[in-house]
């Protein structure tokens, strides 16, 4: 099969102008302008670009199923597949602050040894409760060793990241411990104004070269830049500008959840063009997106829950129900690259770092199933063709055609 199109890698660079696959879904090659004007047939399939597949690395669920509520094989899997269908060919499945994850954790690992998600991120429960957003304020605590250790080895090396406010008493400890067990932190729901998080963004940055973690990806984290954190002042700059000069610096990449709502799309374009390029000298940006979605995302407005709170998605936005209090997301990444394609202030280069590079990165999840960063010959391909109106019109995981139907 001739998929043809402008090509773009997992690094946003123009690399072609179609690619042919095998039976089995390897790429065969990149074709030049020449070669994709010459194609013709049966075989040869037409988009406005090819991409390899997003990579989402906070995402709560989709498909009307949220992983810390619903858990049942066939919940996990619906909710998995909704952000395939949509592109997103690798995922982490994240929690949200519980009394005891233990159950969750151990019906997510099964679908990370099938590969059919890149790992596990733990959002809470050592964060700020004055910071919790929609987390359980009843089951935010302070860092408890042992019990830290008892999920890491019910995780089995795949908890990747785990959310920490810096100033939480024991952050320090936790951060190490992720550390060996092949995690990493991920700085946020905090009430701090910025001093505990630069001592802990520094400490972590040297101590992750004691355990091997600064080759190839961020020996650190950023959950949802902006959001449930400490706010910016001309005054007291508090935490964020401590995370956005981080990320400058290539001692973290942050999140951002570029839907729309929970970061003002200026605001979201000013800081991927700040932090473009920053994280290595391989053209990864400092900033990536992701979803934070919970169970709404590929649902229709209504009511949902996330880690036994009720939350109602109105106006294209997901609440905590009957507030104001923004409660994740409700969209998938190819609807946020449809949206800043759409304004046009980003380059589809951009984007693209931002959705596939960038994620992989941050977590160092290279060889994950699902994942393409370069398309290279006899490599399966996981690949999106586009739409001129940006929204995918063929996904192929892992050399295979995903079927809507």
């Given at each position: 099969?001739?998929?043809?199109?402008?090509?773009?890698?997992?690094?946003?660079?123009?690399?072609?102008?179609?690619?042919?696959?095998?039976?089995?879904?390897?790429?065969?090659?990149?074709?030049?302008?020449?070669?994709?004007?010459?194609?013709?047939?049966?075989?040869v399939?037409?988009?406005?670009?090819?991409?390899?597949?997003?990579?989402?690395?906070?995402?709560?669920?989709?498909?009307?199923?949220a992983?810390?509520?619903?858990?049942k094989?066939?919940?996990?899997?619906?909710?998995?597949?909704?952000?395939?269908?949509?592109?997103?060919?690798?995922?982490?499945?994240?929690?949200?602050?519980?009394?005891?994850?233990?159950?969750?954790?151990?019906?997510?690992?099964?679908?990370?040894?099938?590969?059919?998600?890149?790992?596990?991120?733990?959002?809470?429960?050592?964060?700020?409760?004055?910071?919790?957003?929609?987390?359980?304020?009843?089951?935010?605590?302070?860092?408890?060793?042992?019990?830290?250790?008892?999920?890491?080895?019910?995780?089995?090396?795949?908890?990747?990241?785990?959310?920490?406010?810096?100033?939480?008493?024991?952050?320090r400890?936790?951060?190490?411990?992720?550390?060996?067990?092949?995690?990493?932190?991920?700085?946020?729901?905090?009430?701090?104004?910025?001093?505990?998080?630069?001592?802990?963004?520094?400490?972590?940055?040297?101590?992750?070269?004691?355990?091997?973690?600064?080759?190839?990806?961020?020996?650190?984290?950023?959950?949802?830049?902006?959001?449930?954190?400490?706010?910016?002042?001309?005054?007291?700059?508090?935490?964020?500008?401590?995370?956005?000069?981080?990320?400058?610096?290539?001692?973290?990449?942050?999140?951002l959840?570029?839907?729309?709502?929970?970061?003002?799309?200026?605001?979201?374009?000013?800081?991927?063009?700040?932090?473009?390029?920053?994280?290595?000298?391989?053209?990864?940006?400092?900033?990536?997106f992701?979803?934070?979605?919970l169970?709404?995302?590929?649902?229709?407005?209504?009511?949902?829950?996330?880690?036994?709170?009720?939350v109602?998605?109105r106006?294209?936005?997901?609440?905590?129900?009957?507030?104001?209090?923004?409660?994740?997301?409700?969209?998938t990444?190819?609807?946020q690259?449809?949206?800043?394609?759409?304004?046009?202030?980003?380059?589809?280069?951009?984007?693209?770092?931002?959705?596939?590079?960038?994620?992989?990165y941050?977590?160092?999840?290279?060889?994950?199933?699902?994942?393409?960063?370069?398309?290279?010959?006899?490599?399966?391909?996981?690949?999106?063709?586009?739409?001129?109106?940006?929204?995918?019109?063929?996904?192929?995981?892992?050399?295979?055609?995903?079927?809507?139907?």
């Open positions: 099969m001739i998929y043809l199109g402008r090509v773009l890698d997992g690094y946003g660079r123009d690399v072609g102008h179609g690619i042919e696959l095998d039976a089995s879904g390897a790429m065969v090659r990149l074709l030049s302008n020449s070669e994709a004007q010459a194609a013709s047939g049966d075989e399939r037409r988009a406005h670009l090819i991409t390899p597949g997003l990579v989402d690395i906070h995402c709560h669920g989709g498909g009307g199923f992983f810390p509520d619903n858990y094989p066939e919940q996990i899997a619906a909710a998995i597949r909704t952000h395939q269908l949509a592109g997103t060919t690798a995922m982490f499945a994240s929690l949200v602050s519980l009394a005891d994850p233990s159950p969750q954790l151990e019906a997510l690992i099964a679908f990370c040894e099938d590969g059919q998600l890149a790992g596990i991120h733990m959002e809470g429960p050592y964060v700020s409760r004055q910071k919790c957003g929609a987390q359980n304020p009843a089951v935010v605590r302070d860092v408890d060793e042992e019990e830290l250790r008892g999920w890491l080895k019910i995780g089995r090396g795949w908890i990747k990241t785990m959310t920490i406010a810096p100033e939480a008493p024991g952050a400890r936790a951060a190490e411990l992720l550390l060996e067990h092949g995690g990493k932190p991920s700085w946020g729901h905090s009430h701090d104004d910025g001093t505990a998080t630069r001592q802990e963004l520094d400490y972590t940055y040297e101590a992750a070269e004691k355990y091997n973690r600064v080759v190839g990806q961020a020996t650190q984290t950023v959950t949802h830049l902006f959001n449930a954190m400490t706010g910016f002042s001309h005054r007291a700059p508090g935490p964020i500008r401590v995370y956005i000069q981080a990320a400058k610096a290539g001692k973290a990449s942050a999140e959840i570029a839907d729309g709502y929970h970061v003002h799309p200026d605001l979201v374009e000013d800081i991927v063009g700040y932090l473009d390029g920053a994280a290595s000298q391989l053209g990864i940006p400092g900033a990536f992701v979803t934070d979605s169970a709404a995302a590929g649902m229709p407005e209504g009511k949902y829950t996330l880690g036994g709170l009720p109602e998605v106006t294209g936005a997901c609440y905590l129900e009957g507030t104001q209090t923004l409660a994740g997301g409700a969209t990444l190819a609807d690259i449809a949206l800043f394609a759409k304004r046009g202030k980003l380059t589809l280069g951009q984007l693209v770092r931002a959705t596939v590079a960038g994620p992989v941050a977590a160092g999840i290279w060889d994950a199933q699902g994942v393409t960063v370069e398309f290279k010959p006899g490599e399966p391909v996981n690949l999106v063709a586009w739409g001129e109106n940006m929204t995918p019109t063929w996904v192929i995981r892992e050399g295979g055609e995903l079927n809507r139907g």
